[in-house]
């Protein structure tokens, strides 16, 4: 009886999780028998496959974006393929093998940068959330990856995981510096595949969703992601290939949307041993960070109908990280347009809701 009960326990979590979640903001699920509908490798042709790349360590909207990530997964809303970490240091990676441990996907690959920005600025220093411990002296996290310096580098993993999967299929959200994806471009032909960069992205890349950007009336005329690698973000916008979308999310997108740290604790209330929870209760979260990161993932998810964007064009970059948008019917740019306080509100519950899931 024991083991039937555990069965039972386990079978129906997705189910629960569904449940809540569509309870709770029945705008943001489609919950209907449609959605087990199968496409290619026993996915919803409608399930969004994903790559992350992040600059994890520094700011706390990427533990938000590799939250709702999971959350979305449980909920078969999208499919996270692997993690790219962006920003180096092995701390940086276990950081990430934490966030995938803990919510049930130590499975997924992780990918680290080994020459790109160095020594970038740290807005919050939560790197060593992965060496924090319990009472009895015991570590607070489990972790999946043995041995750090053998993980691929971020630009090999994305060769890897982008050959695997059907033509056009993958979107990548990228939420730190594009040193990775730049990489990418600059790539050679390999055992994985006998595309080079470009043409690899052309084959596979569904679309590009960025954090970063500086557009309209947005206070900070440098884009922190950009300025801290011009040379990669000058890389990564010529080459990236003209068929292939990007859709911007610039600061002042995220600006709407503040998760206040006195919130953000009292949501998970149900225990201390959560890793976002430890972060905001051990390091000083109280910096201004908005829900930047969050925008480029509830797009992918849910699609165009809650953004507004900017004509199509081009962007370039100039040698200070300065961001030029120049519109054109044959560009393959659009960003998002910066919404009321309404609409803030509206995206603070969704993550506050994904958040709050036990």
Request: aromatic content about 10%.
């Amino acid at each position: 009886m024991k083991y039937l009960i555990q069965w039972a326990h386990f079978a129906i979590r997705p189910l629960l999780l569904a449940v809540a979640f569509c309870g709770a903001m029945t705008i943001m699920v489609s919950c209907s028998d449609d959605d087990e509908k199968s496409g290619p490798h026993g996915d919803d042709t409608r399930v969004p496959l994903i790559i992350l790349d992040t600059d994890i360590g520094s700011s706390t909207d990427d533990l938000f974006t590799m939250m709702m990530l999971y959350r979305y997964q449980d909920l078969k809303r999208s499919r996270l393929l692997g993690v790219v970490i962006d920003r180096e240091g092995e701390d940086c990676a276990a950081c990430a093998d934490v966030m995938n441990t803990y919510y049930g996907y130590g499975d997924i690959p992780i990918g680290l940068i080994r020459d790109g920005v160095k020594n970038p600025k740290v807005w919050i220093n939560y790197k060593a959330l992965p060496t924090h411990k319990n009472i009895d002296g015991s570590p607070m996290f489990q972790r999946s990856v043995t041995d750090y310096s053998s993980l691929p580098d971020g630009w090999q993993l994305y060769r890897q995981l982008l050959a695997a999967q059907p033509d056009h299929s993958v979107n990548i959200l990228s939420i730190g510096f594009v040193t990775c994806l730049a990489q990418l471009l600059l790539s050679e032909p390999d055992i994985y595949s006998p595309l080079d960069g470009v043409e690899l992205v052309q084959r596979k890349v569904k679309r590009i969703y960025l954090m970063g950007g500086v557009f309209d009336s947005a206070k900070e005329p440098i884009e922190y992601n950009f300025a801290q690698s011009v040379y990669f973000a000058q890389a990564f916008f010529n080459l990236w290939p003209d068929n292939v979308e990007i859709i911007m999310s610039p600061g002042e997108v995220g600006d709407r949307v503040e998760y206040v740290p006195k919130h953000v604790i009292a949501d998970i209330d149900w225990t201390d041993r959560h890793p976002i929870k430890q972060v905001y209760m051990h390091y000083d979260c109280n910096t201004g960070q908005k829900m930047w990161d969050p925008m480029t993932l509830i797009n992918a998810v849910e699609g165009d109908v809650l953004f507004k964007y900017s004509p199509r064009g081009f962007v370039t970059v100039t040698d200070k990280g300065e961001t030029y948008f120049h519109p054109t019917e044959s560009g393959n740019i659009r960003y998002q347009l910066s919404q009321d306080a309404a609409w803030g509100a509206d995206m603070l519950e969704r993550i506050r809701t994904l958040n709050k899931m036990r």
